[in-house]
């Protein structure tokens, strides 16, 4: 039996390395800190997509600092920049639209705009029927939507007193 389960362990290890699921660490370049994960090579070619969606996952991490920096316009570009590249995941490129929208609804920052909240809350719905975010981004949305409706009424009721 021992014989048996030491020659399935054998071939498992083997196949695994022959179709590459075994990395060959020696061979990657690992980076001594993030800003060194854009250089950062794989052994296997297909792994460059992993190492595709990592970049975006950083660029969205750093760009949430950002927003809690107080830094918002690099943030808002970091944001547009995952968002416009095609090459992420559709669900990094949501979430970088989601976090424009908030950013633009957030009365900490200074050149606030609701209906461009309003326009990325929109645009994920549009481009992105299938999101995770797609539910919470209609309701931002339509509260938005509100919140804008009120705002005029209360033009109209306070200019004709």
Do not use: H, W
């Not at 990395?23 to 460059?48: N, R, T």
């Not at 969205?60 to 995941?89: C, H, S, T």
């Amino acid at each position: 039996m021992k014989v048996i389960l030491l020659f399935v362990c054998c071939f498992v290890m083997f196949s695994c390395a022959d179709n590459k699921l075994v990395k060959d660490f020696e061979k990657q370049d690992i980076p001594k800190s993030a800003a060194g994960l854009k250089e950062f090579k794989m052994v296997d070619d297909e792994e460059d997509s992993v190492i595709t969606q990592k970049n975006a996952n950083a660029k969205l991490v750093y760009a949430d600092n950002l927003i809690k920096l107080g830094d918002y316009e690099l943030a808002i570009r970091i944001y547009l920049e995952v968002y416009e590249d095609i090459k992420y995941r559709d669900n990094q490129r949501d979430d970088a639209l989601f976090k424009l929208g908030k950013t633009y609804e957030s009365v900490l920052y200074e050149d606030a705009d609701i209906e461009q909240s309003i326009y990325y809350y929109d645009l994920i719905i549009i481009e992105f029927p299938l999101s995770d975010r797609r539910l919470e981004a209609f309701q931002r949305s339509e509260l938005l939507k509100l919140q804008l409706e009120e705002r005029e009424i209360y033009k109209k009721n306070n200019t004709t007193e």
